[in-house]
């Protein structure tokens, strides 16, 4: 059974920074590509970045590269994302997801509890 728990949201004001992290309890989780995704209030869930499965390629949404950084470290089966420059529109609670997404994939349903960030002056 996959268990994801994310940790790191908070309030920061704009141009702020957080530094998210997901603990994963996945089969193989060395072998798994991983990915965080947002939803924002009255919106649906949004694909974020994704990481491979050896930390060596990154992908982002248009809306927040050269902002947020995704990295992982297998040994801990932790997936990190950075998040820098923090507007507004940022705010949403966040989640990780255990897989290969993109801006065209469908998202599954959340499985951890998220972890809520808040950009607000």
């Known amino acids: 059974e996959v268990q994801l728990v994310e940790s790191g949201g908070g309030l920061v004001q704009p141009g702020g920074s957080l530094r998210l992290s997901c603990t994963a309890s996945v089969f193989n989780f060395e072998s798994t590509s991983m990915a965080w995704v947002r939803q924002a209030p009255g919106k649906e869930l949004e694909w974020v970045s994704t990481?491979?499965?050896?930390?060596?390629?990154?992908f982002y949404a248009p809306s927040v590269k050269g902002r947020f950084t995704i990295s992982r470290d297998n040994a801990k089966k932790i997936v990190y994302l950075q998040l820098n420059s923090l507007k507004p529109e940022d705010t949403a609670m966040y989640y990780c997801?255990?897989?290969?997404?993109?801006?065209?994939?469908?998202?599954?349903?959340?499985r951890g509890q998220g972890t809520q960030v808040t950009v607000s002056a």
């Open positions: 990481v491979n499965s050896g930390g060596t390629r990154k």
């Open positions: 997801a255990a897989g290969f997404f993109t801006e065209y994939s469908q998202l599954p349903p959340p």
